[in-house]
């Protein structure tokens, strides 16, 4: 695709955001929002995709509000959903810590940690929201962690100065998706919630311009089912997939959404991926994925490199004077507590170098020892343990005596469908929630706000705001054997039946890995427009290629992993063009996305806030069709745009 092969559209703008003081807009359009009578809601019908924090709080708190909720997942339980890997935490600003959090400061952060490139009225809804979560979760008996008195402990997370992160050992994410699970379960058994396990959703159905259904497959039988409701939930997870080789669990992939941009719905700032500072090194070409150590170790690790160039001594023999701290050194004020996306360069610049450590110089060192001698092993290993336990497993090394080894790593998408205020998207009836939307974090996602997000959209934005959709009907049946139900079914059909006919030479997996590896290279934590270019040269060759050579043994009438890769390969061969030209057509750096023909002459991100103030929503036009851009030009009221500063 050539760089200009794509079309301007009309500007797009979130109308549904009220005017006013930004710390009044929620209740405002809460108070605005039509209701549906309690007896009315057991009439209508929600599909709810995905059973992660978003789709499995959103699906019992649905349920629980008298609506019928038909709820899918492609694993084999909603408590295998990807939210369960999450670990550090969940932010909230409490302020339990008397050190000077408040809504707004979370507010700030938020805003200022995405590279001012999201919009204020979410970001401040998602602070105001965060404090109820954290009441949520505790009646629901999550066992966050506790200081000696009994309050709820918190820590600090990067990118902020305050300790707002409230955790469960290294097992937030674990905990906190059992308790939405057991909200849930709750409406199965009362039969509220009709739940569909192993079932993957392959397209949206469309009536009149409306989200009525979908399309999904048994993954057992190979049986493919129409679910037809008055509205469509999206919480199926980001795309970070798209890389291959990322901290995703490999079920992870973009079907959902991306089926529902090709029948209408924009995708919004493709090309916002995050890079996570402290993954486990690839250790060969043997890996399918790779694994997260939290961002919580770096409150309590120190992250070093040695000062010389090819230095390959063991880090004991290193002495303090010839190691360079260099979050330390770069960034005073914030240290190893620096922003996601800031770490992951420094980290990358420090390697280019000749400074890493490790295979091939791919690695810099989390540190412990001063940890350790200043609080004792037994208090680090009460906080960290189950981390450093993990970490031995995977690398046969003890992380109590040598330090961690960590590289970044494709971890969360902050791009995803275009939604407005109340998470709808440009398909009437169809909403995205969690990180299959865009909506607050910019170019950069603070970390222990992605669980924040999830259960804020889930438990308190989604139920209040799609009220106001179903309030404001008719929402006629839509019959079984309706034009676009059967186009859809058809649609479905001749794909799965095309992937099966190619009968080439070549795994689905082999294409994705390649795809990732040319992503990673070119759309990764760095991009240039030669590299882009280049990206955009060898994608739709890739794709045509595979559609010639993949090989899908079997049939569709069985269970079939390959023809699910093979489906899901495709998705991400399309997904990934778009991802090229988005961080093409944006010549800036901000956050997670670092041009590097744009940076200060210290080497950060430099924006272009005069030209590139804005969400880039991508409209499908059809195959081989040049896509149209809409822009939303993003206003600043309360957070004033500044070249970031974490010195």
Known sequence: MDFSDYRMGEPIADTKAPEGPVAERWDRRRFEAKLVNPANRRKHTVIVVGTGLAGGSAGATLA???????QFC???????AHSIAAQGGINAAKNYRNDGDSVHRLFYDTVKGGDFRARESNVHRLAEVSVQIIDQCVAQGVPFAREYGGLLDTRSFGGVQVSRTFYARGQTGQQLLLGAYQALSRQIDAGNVELHARTEMLDLIVVDGRARGIVARDLVSGEISVHLGDAVVLASGGYGNVFYLSTNAKGSNATAIWRAHRKGAYFANPCFTQIHPTCIPRSGEHQSKLTLMSESLRNDGRIWVPKAAGDTRAPADIPEDERDYYLERIYPAFGNLVPRDIASRAAKNVCDEGRGVGPGGQGVYLDFADAIARMGRAAVEEKYGNLFEMYERITAEDPYSRPMRIYPAVHYTMGGLWVDYDLQTTVPGLFAIGEANFSDHGANRLGASALMQGLADGYFVLPATINDYLARGPHDPVPA??????DAVSGVE????????????????SFHRELGE??????????????LRKALERIPALRDEFWRRVKVPGTGEEFNQSLEKANRVAD????????CLDALHRAESCGGHFREESQTPDGEALRDDERFSYAAAWEFTGSGAPPVLHREELVFEYVHPTQRSYA
């Open 572 to 579: 991400f061969l399309e997904l990934a063009e778009l991802m």
């Open 481 to 486: 054997d309706h034009p676009a139900v059967r």
């Open 64 to 70: 629980e509000q008298g609506y019928h909720v038909v």
């Open 518 to 531: 040319l992503l990673w290279d070119e759309c990764g934590m760095a991009r240039t427009e030669s590299g």
């Open 494 to 509: 001749e794909r799965l039946g095309r992937l099966l006919a190619v009968g080439g030479d070549r795994t689905p997996d």
């Open 74 to 80: 492609f694993q084999d339980s909603p408590r295998r």
